[in-house]
């Protein structure tokens, strides 16, 4: 709740109380104080930190909801289609032998179940990383055996 005054300090009397999405004509701004004309046709003062342009949240968010509620259908209701268009096509003839169908189609990016397959590229990804890492081991030994080398006169000294 925001208290609405009378004069642009505190010091004035309270005029209404606003709560978190009621709506106020902006007259003018003086300093940190905001002059409002409120929805009864009543004039008053209050911080113009309180005022915002953009619609409170609570409103955003049941239209958000709403939003992804009507999406949630919409893909309900393409995976019923594309189980009935699958279904239609696996009864219906291949005009090219199944390998060469096999071998021409890109794999696919989905499973049959609608979740995304992707390539398996992190045990790729772990050996690369282990073997930078005995390599960076081994470069780092070789440099540091060659320096205390160079020191001590071709001494093996640890």
């Known amino acids: 709740m925001v ?17 978190s999405g009621d709506r106020v004509e902006l007259i003018e701004r003086s ?8 929805a009864n046709g009543k004039d008053g003062w209050l911080r113009s930190s309180y005022l915002s342009a953009e619609q409170p949240l609570r409103p955003r968010l049941q239209q958000s909801e709403a939003e992804v509620s ?19 096509r696996a009864t219906a003839p291949l005009a090219a032998a199944p390998e060469e169908a096999a ?22 990804a772990v050996l690369s990383a282990a073997l930078a890492l005995v390599v960076g081991f081994a470069l780092g030994w070789w440099m540091l055996d060659r320096s205390i080398r160079r020191k001590y006169g071709g001494l093996k000294i640890y």
Do not use: C, N
């Open 3 to 19: 208290s609405v005054s009378s004069t642009p300090d505190a010091g004035g009397e309270r005029i209404a109380s606003l709560k």
């Open 31 to 38: 300093g940190d104080a905001a002059h409002v004309r409120l």
């Open 70 to 88: 009507g999406l949630k259908a919409q893909v309900s209701r393409l995976e019923a289609q594309l189980s009935g268009a699958s279904g239609l």
């Open 103 to 124: 071998a021409a189609a890109p794999a696919p990016l989905f499973s049959a179940a609608g979740e995304a397959t992707a390539p398996r590229v992190w045990p790729w």
